[in-house]
Structure formats: C-alpha cells, structure tokens
C-alpha cells in the first residue's frame, strides 16, 4: 500500500513545484502581461520624461547656481538657506496659506450647494451640468483677465450689482484687505469639476435612508448632517485634498489679475502668492537654482499637508463596504 501510493506521488500527471522557484506562467499569462504593459506604455513613457524627469533635473539645479546664461555651478545648500532668509518667500507663503484657508472651505460649501440644485431640476439637469462643467474648459488666463474687470472697484459689475441691494462693494483689486479674498472668488469660477463630482456622489446615496428618516420625523438638517454628508464622505475628503493642492500650486489668475504687464508697477505684496514669486526667479530674475530649491519645498509642504488630511480626514470617511 506504501509502494503504491509513493508511486501515485512520484508518476502524477501534475508535476510538483519545486521549492524556490516560481511556477512558470503560461503562454497566455504572459501575453496578458505584454498587452497590459504596452497599454499603460504611453502614459509610462510620458511620466519619465515630461514628470519624473524634471523632477529630477530640478532636484540637482535646486542645489546649483544657475542662471540659464552659464553652466550651473554646485553651491551645496545655500539656496535652502536662502530660502529662510528671503521675506518674499515667507510672505508669498503666506499669501498662498491664506488664499488655501478661504478658497477650500468656501468652494467645497458652493459646490456642495451647486450640486443638490441640480439634484432638483429635472430633466434639465443635463444642459446645467453641462454649463457648470463648460468653465473648467475656459483658459485661467481669460478667466482672470474678465474677472479684472468684473471687480473693478469703481466701474465692476459685481459692486454695481451689490449696489442695488444697498451694498457698497470693496476695491476688490486695489485694496490689500481683500486681494486675497477676490482670489478666492475668482477660482469658484473653476468649481465644475467638483460640481459634477458632488452630484454623482449624491445620486450614489440609498433613496430608502431618507425614506427610513422621514419615518423617524427626521427634518432636512437632520437628514443632510446624518445621512447625506456621512454618505457623500468619501467625495469630499478627495475633493478636499485635491482643491488643497490646487490652491497651494496657484498661479494663473493671481499673475493675470496682479502681475501682467499693465499690473506689475500696482502689485502689492499682499497679492504675491508663492507660485509667482517662484515664476519670478526662474524666469524674470533667471535665478533657476533659487527657483528649483521653492519649487522642492513646496513639494514638501504638499506632501506634509496631505499625510496630515489623511490622518485626520480618513477617520471620518465612511467607504462603502466597511463594516
């Protein structure tokens, strides 16, 4: 009996796996594999060479003088310490940090409210989604250039329209209390794609939770604190994230508005958010060491705020399936 089943273990059709080695893949796995890697190659091929790649360039300039005029020359870290020597780089840091504070929070409240609108209008939904998408397809520069006009302090539509309400609107552009805050309101122009996702988000949420709720005599607030943002969680901790980083990179409408060629003489420091003081030694000052060194530490400061969004904010997200 002991011959016999040695012999069923030794003469099997299949083969054993020895150990160590890996068991081979079929012809068909690894065909699989090929068509797989020749897919994503156009993204692969573009992520070395239009990202990775100047990434790295820059990371070796960020501890180099160079002036794009002569060959860079190794400074060590000099440009880093320069960095907390600037006040420039403090305050155009500051700005940004400021512009971040009022523009998330204010634009993750009016996309929120976009979104249910639309929830409420019907068949005519499509044409809205599609008219509050259609801005994120407008240029930033154009944008910014209407805005410049739109909250001109004297002849602007928007305090001419604050007017008829009895509102006598700010030197939105001009006055350095509200720089920043006309910034803010300027990138709520660029909110579609946030909109879209909310409505999608808010379309995703059980029908029979807010059937259960109205059983309870649950009221609107009740409903939309308890039911609609526990289910929408996941959306807006991802667009929180997203529209952080977005706000910490700003520079199209702050340079369109504050520092092109017929604003840079009325330019206040208050309006100096970080991305334009970076453009400015790269490509004004033709300080690129200086510049690549700004640009790794805002990566670092990115990087940081976003570790610490999802420690905090990733408690609070409900994910479908999780018990």
Same mark, same amino acid.
């Given at each position: 009996?002991?011959?016999?089943?040695?012999?069923?273990?030794?003469?099997?059709?299949?083969?054993?796996?020895?150990?160590?080695?890996?068991?081979?893949?079929?012809?068909?796995?690894?065909?699989?594999?090929?068509?797989?890697?020749?897919?994503?190659?156009?993204?692969?091929?573009?992520?070395?060479?239009?990202?990775?790649?100047?990434?790295?360039?820059?990371?070796?300039?960020?501890?180099?003088?160079?002036?794009?005029?002569?060959?860079?020359?190794?400074?060590?870290?000099?440009?880093?310490?320069?960095?907390?020597?600037?006040?420039?780089?403090?305050?155009?840091?500051?700005?940004?940090?400021?512009?971040?504070?009022?523009? @998330?929070?204010? %634009?993750?409240? !009016?996309? &929120?409210? =976009?979104?249910?609108?639309?929830?409420? /209008?019907? +068949?005519?939904? #499509?044409?809205?989604?599609?008219?509050?998408?259609?801005?994120?397809?407008?240029?930033? @520069?154009?944008? %910014?250039?209407? !805005?410049? &006009?739109? =909250?001109?302090?004297?002849?602007?539509? /928007?305090? +001419?329209?604050? #007017?008829?309400?009895?509102?006598?609107?700010?030197?939105?552009?001009?006055?350095?209390?509200?720089?920043?805050?006309?910034?803010?309101?300027?990138? =709520?122009?660029?909110?579609?794609?946030? /909109?879209?996702?909310?409505?999608?988000?808010?379309?995703?949420?059980?029908?029979?939770?807010?059937?259960?709720?109205?059983?309870?005599?649950?009221?609107?607030?009740?409903?939309?604190?308890?039911?609609?943002?526990?289910?929408?969680?996941?959306?807006?901790?991802?667009?929180?994230?997203?529209?952080?980083?977005?706000?910490?990179?700003?520079?199209?409408?702050?340079?369109?508005?504050?520092?092109?060629?017929?604003?840079?003489?009325?330019?206040?420091?208050?309006?100096?958010?970080?991305?334009?003081?970076?453009?400015?030694?790269?490509?004004?000052?033709?300080?690129?060491?200086?510049?690549?060194?700004?640009?790794?530490?805002?990566?670092?400061?990115?990087?940081?705020?976003?570790?610490?969004?999802?420690?905090?904010?990733?408690?609070?997200?409900?994910?479908?399936?999780?018990?």
């Amino acid at each position: 009996m002991t011959a016999t089943i040695e012999q069923v273990a030794t003469d099997g059709a299949a083969e054993p796996v020895r150990r160590g080695r890996r068991p081979r893949r079929s012809p068909l796995a690894r065909q699989e594999d090929r068509a797989g890697w020749a897919f994503v190659s156009p993204w692969v091929i573009g992520f070395l060479i239009f990202t990775a790649g100047p990434m790295i360039a820059s990371l070796v300039l960020s501890f180099t003088d160079y002036q794009m005029i002569q060959a860079p020359k190794a400074v060590g870290l000099e440009n880093y310490r320069e960095l907390f020597d600037d006040p420039r780089v403090l305050k155009s840091l500051s700005n940004t940090f400021v512009y971040a504070a009022l523009f @998330v929070p204010l %634009g993750t409240v !009016f996309a &929120l409210v =976009l979104a249910m609108m639309l929830m409420r /209008v019907g +068949k005519a939904g #499509g044409f809205f989604r599609t008219a509050f998408y259609l801005p994120e397809m407008t240029p930033a @520069v154009a944008a %910014g250039a209407m !805005f410049l &006009l739109l =909250l001109n302090g004297q002849q602007g539509l /928007v305090n +001419k329209v604050l #007017g008829w309400v009895g509102i006598n609107g700010p030197n939105w552009t001009t006055d350095p209390n509200w720089l920043k805050p006309s910034l803010a309101v300027v990138s =709520l122009w660029t909110l579609g794609g946030t /909109v879209v996702i909310y409505l999608a988000a808010l379309n995703g949420v059980p029908k029979q939770l807010y059937e259960a709720a109205d059983l309870d005599g649950a009221g609107p607030l009740t409903k939309f604190f308890r039911i609609t943002v526990p289910m929408i969680s996941g959306a807006l901790f991802f667009t929180v994230i997203t529209n952080t980083i977005a706000a910490m990179q700003m520079f199209d409408q702050a340079y369109t508005m504050f520092y092109g060629p017929q604003q840079k003489a009325s330019a206040s420091e208050e309006s100096l958010v970080y991305m334009v003081y970076l453009f400015q030694n790269a490509f004004q000052f033709f300080k690129m060491g200086f510049a690549s060194a700004m640009a790794w530490l805002l990566f670092v400061i990115i990087l940081l705020i976003t570790f610490l969004q999802f420690r905090i904010g990733n408690r609070y997200v409900y994910y479908h399936g999780e018990r």
